[in-house]
């Protein structure tokens, strides 16, 4: 599993709260990343860090922020929940370069009611 | 940005017959072409990739072929088994740069009937 462990695993909250998902891996890996996956549209990326301070927007990063302040830890925030970011998050890392070879960690299901 | 279409969504194949997925992509400086298997309520994981410097690549069962002059790649699973059911995932990013991150297609139903 690359030591890559998400918390929490399952969560409901209520629209309008803010809600963050954290991401700890245990190897020193530099590059992390945040997906979104939802029926019928696969994998998207929110966000991603290709180290610590360093991170940048992906395709979907409306709503979202992250923050990278130790190499373990990559941090996805929802400002302001909303039904539309009822989602599985995953989070990942490549361990040869940027942009390679994805492991996931297991998933953080996210219900905003 | 990058653009991958994948089809079909959904394939239905007996058991030890062969299924091909197939992925089609946009942009022309894409270099990487990961393919994940992601089976009920777990997580995708990496079952072969193949960069743009390669035609084909075989691990046992599965092999991935590659055109880039028509931009698009392949996964072929032989000698289907029940335990090949999963949703599979093809990707294309740029290895190594700041730009050209992960881009997914929408996933393809596997189902392998005994």
């Known amino acids: 599993d690359a030591g890559i462990t998400q918390s929490p695993r399952h969560k409901v909250t209520e629209t309008g709260t803010p809600v963050t998902l954290r991401c700890h891996q245990t190897e020193n890996h530099r590059y992390m990343y945040w997906y979104r996956q939802d029926p019928g549209h696969g994998l998207r990326l929110i966000h991603y860090?290709?180290?610590?301070?360093?991170?940048d927007k992906g395709e979907v990063s409306d709503g979202y922020s992250v923050s990278r302040s130790k190499t373990e830890d990559f941090l996805l925030t929802l400002e302001s929940a909303t039904s539309s970011q009822t989602s599985v998050y995953f989070c990942a890392i490549s361990v040869q370069a940027k942009n390679t070879e994805a492991f996931f960690g297991q998933g953080t299901r996210l219900t905003v009611v | 940005g990058e653009n991958v279409e994948q089809h079909p969504s959904t394939l239905s194949v007996q058991e030890g017959d062969s299924a091909v997925i197939k992925c089609t992509y946009s942009d022309s400086a894409s270099n990487y072409f990961p393919w994940y298997k992601q089976e009920l309520g777990k997580r995708p994981q990496l079952i072969i990739d193949?960069?743009?410097?390669?035609g084909e690549k075989k691990d046992q069962r599965i092999a991935v072929t590659l055109n880039k002059t028509a931009k698009h790649f392949s996964l072929h699973i032989t000698e289907t088994q029940p335990e090949d059911s999963a949703v599979y995932f093809c990707?294309?990013?740029?290895?190594?740069?700041?730009?050209?991150?992960?881009?997914f297609g929408d996933g393809t139903t596997l189902t392998v009937k005994p």
């Open positions: 193949i960069r743009s410097n390669v």
């Open positions: 860090s290709y180290g610590v301070k360093d991170t």
């Open positions: 990707a294309a990013s740029i290895e190594n740069t700041n730009a050209g991150k992960s881009t």
